[in-house]
C-alpha cells in the first residue's frame, strides 16, 4: 500500500539558516511526488513536483528537492529560511493522473528570530 | 490565473442536520477531490469524481456523499452531522494530464472550509 512518512511533527529553524524537511514513501509504481505548503487558514499551495528525469527539483520561493529511489525518499531544502517560510509542509505520492494522492502528516515550521 | 473557490470559510451545525459544502473551479478540470484535513493526520480523501455524475469512493467515504451535476461543481453532503465530523474540509480539481491550462498537473486546491459540528 502507499504510504508517505514525515517523521517530523514540527521544526524549528533560525531566521536565514537551512532547513530540510524529510519524506519517506512507500509506493509500488514509479512515483510522482509532490510537496504543498500551507499557511494558517489557507489551502495548500504547490511547492514543486517530480515526475521523471533529473532528481534535483527546483520550486517556487527557493525551495528545492531531491529524489532518492535507493533511500525512497524526497526531501525538501532552502538555503535560507525567511521568516514568512513559517507554515506546514506536506509531501504527497500519486500515479498519473494524481487520483489519490496520499498524503504525509505534515511537518510544522517555525521560523525564530 | 486558476482558481477553486469553496462555499463558506467557517460553518458550525448541530448534531443531526444535513449539511452541504460547495466547491467550484474555473479552470474546466475534470477531476475533483474532497479531503478532510485533522491535526496528525494529514489529508484523506472522502471522494472523487472524475466526470459529471461520476463519483468514486476515497478512504474515509462514510457518513458523507457527493453530488457532480456540473462539471465545474462538486458538492459534499453531510446526510446527517455527527460531532466526529468537526474538521476543515479542502476541495481540489486536476487537469487530466496531457491538457490543462498550465500544463502543470497538479491538484489545485480551495482555501478550506473549517466545520465545527456541535
Known amino acids: 500500500a502507499q504510504s508517505v512518512t514525515q517523521p517530523d511533527i514540527h521544526i524549528t529553524v533560525s531566521e536565514g539558516a537551512s532547513l530540510e524537511l524529510r519524506c519517506n514513501y512507500s509506493?509500488?509504481?514509479?512515483?510522482?511526488l509532490f510537496w504543498y505548503v500551507q499557511s494558517p487558514g489557507q489551502g495548500l499551495q504547490l511547492l514543486l513536483k517530480?515526475?521523471?528525469?533529473?532528481?534535483l527539483v527546483q520550486g517556487i520561493k527557493g525551495f528545492e528537492a531531491e529524489f532518492k529511489r535507493s533511500q525512497s525518499s524526497f526531501n525538501l531544502r532552502k538555503p535560507s529560511v525567511h521568516w514568512s517560510d513559517a507554515a506546514e509542509y506536506f509531501c504527497?505520492?500519486?500515479?498519473?493522473?494524481?487520483?489519490?494522492?496520499?498524503f504525509g502528516t505534515g511537518t510544522r515550521l517555525l521560523v525564530s528570530p | 490565473d486558476v482558481k477553486v473557490t469553496q462555499s463558506s470559510r467557517y460553518l458550525v451545525k448541530r448534531t443531526g442536520e444535513k449539511v452541504f459544502l460547495e466547491c467550484v473551479q474555473d479552470m474546466d478540470h475534470e477531476n475533483m477531490f474532497w479531503y478532510r484535513q485533522d491535526p496528525g493526520l494529514g489529508l484523506r480523501l472522502i471522494y472523487f469524481s472524475y466526470d459529471v455524475k461520476m463519483k468514486e469512493k476515497g478512504d474515509i467515504p462514510e457518513g458523507y456523499s457527493v453530488s457532480r451535476e456540473k462539471k465545474e461543481r462538486f458538492s459534499l453532503i453531510l446526510e446527517s452531522a455527527s460531532t466526529n465530523q468537526t474538521s476543515m474540509y479542502l476541495c481540489?480539481?486536476?487537469?487530466?494530464?496531457?491538457?490543462?491550462?498550465?500544463?502543470?498537473?497538479?491538484?489545485?486546491f480551495g482555501p478550506g472550509t473549517r466545520l465545527t459540528v456541535l
Open positions: 504527497a505520492v500519486g500515479a498519473r493522473g494524481f487520483q489519490k494522492l496520499v
Open positions: 517530480y515526475f521523471s528525469g533529473d532528481t
Open positions: 509506493y509500488g509504481a514509479t512515483p510522482y
Open positions: 481540489a480539481s486536476e487537469p487530466i494530464p496531457g491538457q490543462g491550462v498550465s500544463s502543470t498537473d497538479t491538484q489545485y
